[in-house]
T-cell receptor, first 112, second 110 residues
Framework: QQQVKQSPQSLIVQKGGISIINCAYE??????FPWYQQFPGKGPALLIA?????SEKKEGRFTISFNKSAKQFSLHIMDSQPGDSATYFC???????????FGTGTRLKVLA | SQTIHQWPATLVQPVGSPLSLECTVE??????LYWYRQAAGRGLQLLFY??????ISSEVPQNLSASRPQDRQFILSSKKLLLSDSGFYLC?????????FGPGTRLTVT
């Protein structure tokens, strides 16, 4: 069964620090890797995404690092702010489909 | 710009009652549509997805069903709710790879 394993389950970071969330997958037939941010009671919002032919993508304070050989990808939030406190989900899309398989989520808390 | 609507926002239903949740998308044509369920503090489970009118794929066998009567309308239904159907139901749309989620419906089955 295709799975995406996400860690850590929860994360506490000081304001201004770097938040790092990791995801790993087993099936190599994924061709799109998005990250979502979800606030309590709201729908997830697309943050940033990457294709496997790119090793890194940066948008503002958010960076995805992708390691194809290790089958891992991670989200880095630079200069973390209290407003970044939310749950973050990684996902992977099986090639040839527009479906996603989601990780289990990471609850991030940024202390002021 | 594209907008996705879901209603109702919250719903409390007794066990054994029927269910109908509606999702509509504006500002795009022929989107892929998705229903997800999110249990409290958990990840997102894909329930159904649709690539066109009347075309529904089920990902998880259960007592829920989905229909797509119009291009931008997606409906989640149940004839008899179970306690285990409680959760946060999310509709999403995509044209290519990016999926965009609606605000969700919080369903509590009592």
């Amino acid at each position: 069964q295709q799975q995406v394993k996400q860690s850590p389950q929860s994360l506490i970071v000081q304001k201004g620090g770097i938040s790092i969330i990791n995801c790993a997958y087993e099936n190599t037939a994924f061709d799109y890797f998005p990250w979502y941010q979800q606030f309590p009671g709201k729908g997830p919002a697309l943050l940033i995404a990457i294709r496997p032919d790119v090793s890194e993508k940066k948008e503002g304070r958010f960076t995805i690092s992708f390691n194809k050989s290790a089958k891992q990808f991670s989200l880095h939030i630079m200069d973390s702010q209290p407003g970044d406190s939310a749950t973050y989900f990684c996902a992977a899309s099986p090639a040839g489909t527009y479906k996603y398989i989601f990780g289990t989520g990471t609850r991030l808390k940024v202390l002021a | 710009s594209q907008t996705i609507h879901q209603w109702p926002a919250t719903l409390v239903q007794p066990v054994g009652s029927p269910l109908s949740l509606e999702c509509t998308v504006e500002g795009t044509s022929n989107p892929n549509l998705y229903w997800y369920r999110q249990a409290a503090g958990r990840g997102l489970q894909l329930l159904f997805y649709s690539v066109g009118i009347g075309q529904i794929s089920s990902e998880v066998p259960q007592n829920l069903s989905a229909s797509r009567p119009q291009d931008r309308q997606f409906i989640l239904s149940s004839k008899k709710l179970l306690l285990s159907d409680s959760g946060f139901y999310l509709c999403a749309w995509s044209v290519h790879y990016e999926q965009y989620f609606g605000p969700g419906t919080r369903l509590t089955v009592t």
